[in-house]
């Protein structure tokens, strides 16, 4: 399974972004896609995650600002976020945990997001 993010870049505090991770491979497999993020010098956090029958969670960090969802084939996963702000700049990564798996085994490249003041 291969996963790739794009949407990423820079905007203004308040805007929106919408980042997409498209799976290929073996997708059937997946159970669980995640977004996480990471900025420098901190840990690695989640933002969002939807499940196999399309549930979705949310972290702490963008709970009320961010809408996980997929395509109707399942091969695209998209996080919205809305009403950014400059501590929502980091690297935004997706990831797949397969069924029968407890870890995220699959991970994308991720794609950098800047929110200026």
């Known amino acids: 399974v291969q996963l790739v993010e794009s949407g990423g870049g820079l905007v203004q505090a308040g805007e929106s972004l919408r980042l997409s991770c498209v799976l290929s491979?073996?997708?059937?497999?997946?159970?669980?896609i995640s977004w996480y993020r990471q900025a420098p010098g901190k840990q690695r956090e989640s933002v969002a995650t939807?499940?196999?029958?399309?549930?979705?969670t949310y972290g702490d960090s963008m709970k009320g600002r961010s809408a996980i969802s997929r395509s109707v084939d399942r091969s695209t996963v998209y996080l919205q976020m809305n009403n950014l702000k400059p501590e929502d700049s980091a690297a935004y990564f997706c990831?797949?945990?397969?069924?029968?798996?407890?870890?995220?085994?699959?991970w994308g490249q991720g794609t950098q997001v800047t929110v200026s003041s």
């Open positions: 939807i499940f196999s029958d399309g549930t979705p």
């Open positions: 990831a797949a945990k397969p069924w029968g798996m407890n870890r995220y085994d699959y």
């Open positions: 491979g073996d997708i059937v497999s997946i159970r669980v």
